[in-house]
C-alpha cells in the first residue's frame, strides 16, 4: 500500500466516525448545518452528516440551582444580606428558545432576582422581612416565571435561605433578646419568692393559731384543776382563800424547783420568797374586788341615766296659767 491510499483511507474513516455522536441522559444537542438550525437530538447514539452538520451546543435538561446574593435596605434603614436560592430548568419542548433566544440565563435570573428583592425589602421592617421572607420568595418565582418562560425556562421553586443583618445590628438584637429573657427570669423568680413569703406567712399563722389553741386548753386545763384543787380543799375544812393561798404557795416551789432543777438555766425568778406569793394573792383579790366594784357602780349608773330618758317632762306652773 502506498502513502497516499493509507492516507485517503484514514481521511475516509475519520469522516465516517465523526458522524456518530453521542448525547448524555438529560441533555439535548442542537444540531446546526452551515450555520443554520437543523434538528435537536436527545440522549443515546445519533448520527449527523460529516462535515456538514455540527453540533452548536448541548443544552442540561437538570434542575439546576443559582444562588444570589442581594444587600438591601429595609424600611426601619436597616442594611441586610439575603440569599436567594433560584431552582430553574430547561424545558424539553422549548430548548431550541433556551438556546438561541437567550445568550447569559444566569445573569438574566440575577437581575430579575435583584429588582424583585429590591422592590420588596424596602416595604417591610426587619423584623417583617424575617417573618415574611417566604412571601418574597414567592414574589420572585412568580416574577421569574413571567419572565423566564418566553426563554424556554421554567422556574422550579425559590427559597430565601439566607438573612443577614449588619453585624452592629445582629448584636443590638442579640441584647434586646437576653435582656427580654433576663426580664421573665426575673417575672418568675419574684413570683417564685412571693409563694414562698405566702406560704411561710400561712404556716406561721397557722403555728401561731395552734400554739394559741394550746396555750388556751392549757390555761382552760389548770383552771379545771384548780376549782377542783378548791372544792377538794374546801371538802376537808378549808375555805376558799386559804385554798387559793396554798395553791400559789406549792406552785411558786414548783417553779423554784424547775429553774433550779436545769443546770444550764439563767432564769432568776424575783421576787423568790414565799411572802411573795402571798403579797402576789392578796394584790390578786384586791384588784377583784375593786374591779367588782367599778362595775357595780357603772350599772347603777347606766340605770339612773335610762329611768331619767323614759320620765316624761312635767309643764312648769307658768306653762299652766299660759295655758
Not at 172 to 193: L, P
Not at 209 to 230: F, T
Not at 268 to 294: E, K, R, W
Amino acid at each position: 500500500m502506498s502513502v497516499p491510499f493509507l492516507f485517503l483511507l484514514f481521511i475516509v474513516l475519520f469522516i465516517f466516525l465523526s458522524s456518530f455522536f453521542t448525547v448524555k441522559q438529560q441533555t439535548a444537542v442542537i444540531i446546526e448545518r452551515f450555520g443554520k438550525f437543523q434538528s435537536i437530538r436527545h440522549s443515546g447514539l445519533q448520527l449527523k452528516i460529516p462535515l456538514i452538520d455540527r453540533i452548536a451546543g448541548r443544552v442540561n435538561l437538570k434542575i439546576q440551582q443559582l444562588d444570589v446574593i442581594i444587600e438591601t435596605k429595609t424600611k426601619d434603614n436597616v442594611f441586610v444580606k439575603l440569599k436567594v436560592s433560584v431552582q430553574f430548568m430547561v424545558v424539553k419542548e422549548t430548548v431550541y428558545d433556551a438556546f438561541y433566544k437567550l445568550e447569559y440565563p444566569h445573569d438574566q435570573i440575577t437581575s430579575y432576582v435583584f429588582d424583585v428583592v429590591r422592590a420588596e425589602v424596602p416595604k417591610l421592617k426587619l423584623d417583617d422581612v424575617f417573618e415574611r421572607k417566604d412571601d418574597i420568595a414567592v414574589a420572585v418565582k412568580r416574577e421569574l416565571n413571567e419572565a423566564m418562560t418566553t426563554y424556554g425556562y421554567t422556574i422550579i421553586n425559590t427559597l430565601v435561605t439566607d438573612i443577614d443583618p449588619d453585624i452592629q445590628v445582629k448584636n443590638a438584637m442579640n441584647r434586646i433578646n437576653a435582656a427580654d429573657r433576663e426580664k421573665t427570669v426575673a417575672e418568675y423568680e419574684a413570683e417564685a419568692s412571693r409563694i414562698r413569703i405566702v406560704a411561710k406567712a400561712k404556716a406561721e399563722a397557722e403555728s401561731k393559731r395552734l400554739q394559741g389553741q394550746g396555750i388556751a386548753d392549757q390555761r382552760r386545763e389548770i383552771a379545771r384543776g384548780l376549782v377542783e384543787s378548791v372544792d377538794v380543799l374546801n371538802g376537808v375544812g378549808i375555805n376558799s382563800q386559804e385554798a387559793s393561798a396554798l395553791i400559789v404557795v406549792t406552785q411558786h416551789y414548783d417553779t423554784l424547783q424547775a429553774i433550779g432543777s436545769d443546770t444550764n438555766s439563767n432564769l432568776i425568778l424575783l421576787p423568790n420568797s414565799p411572802q411573795a406569793g402571798s403579797d402576789m394573792l392578796n394584790n390578786m383579790v384586791a384588784s377583784f374586788t375593786a374591779s367588782n366594784l367599778v362595775g357595780e357602780s357603772m350599772k347603777k349608773n347606766i340605770k339612773s341615766i335610762k329611768k331619767k330618758t323614759e320620765e316624761p317632762e312635767k309643764p312648769s306652773e307658768e306653762d299652766n296659767n299660759q295655758i
